[in-house]
């Protein structure tokens, strides 16, 4: 719908998230994500052409249909406001989580999920 947005959230208790689009409308609004790290932002180079993975900060990617993006659930994200048409088609989504299950046998490592 026109003027709707997702704000910025994370998701705890899981390892990883992610989302499919359905249904992708012109003018869904972007899937935005912030580098919560400040390190990387603390001394910005001059680049001709910013990459978001050198620099650790905020990028965003536009909705497309079919595809899926798989992120860190830690990692901040949101949805832009929609400014598609008001008769447009909403824009469609499934998002999940993914959380693994395992039991780790290793001296070093003490962790026993069940």
């Known amino acids: 719908q026109v003027g ?12 990883y998230s992610g989302v499919i689009y359905i249904q992708t409308p012109p003018g869904s609004g972007n899937l935005c994500f912030t580098d919560p790290r ?9 680049y ?4 978001p993975e050198v620099l650790g900060s905020n990028f965003t990617v536009a909705p497309e249909k079919g ?3 798989i992120f860190p659930s830690w990692l901040p994200h949101g949805v832009d406001i929609a400014v598609n048409q008001p008769d447009a088609p909403e824009r469609i989504s499934i998002s999940f989580n993914i959380m693994l299950k395992t039991k780790i046998d290793l001296a070093t490592a003490r962790w026993n999920l069940k």
Do not use: D, I, R
């Open 48 to 51: 001709s052409k910013p990459n």
């Open 38 to 46: 400040l390190g990387p932002q603390m001394m910005l180079p001059n």
């Open 67 to 69: 595809v899926m993006y």
């Open 4 to 15: 709707t947005a997702h704000q910025e959230h994370f998701h705890p208790n899981s390892f």
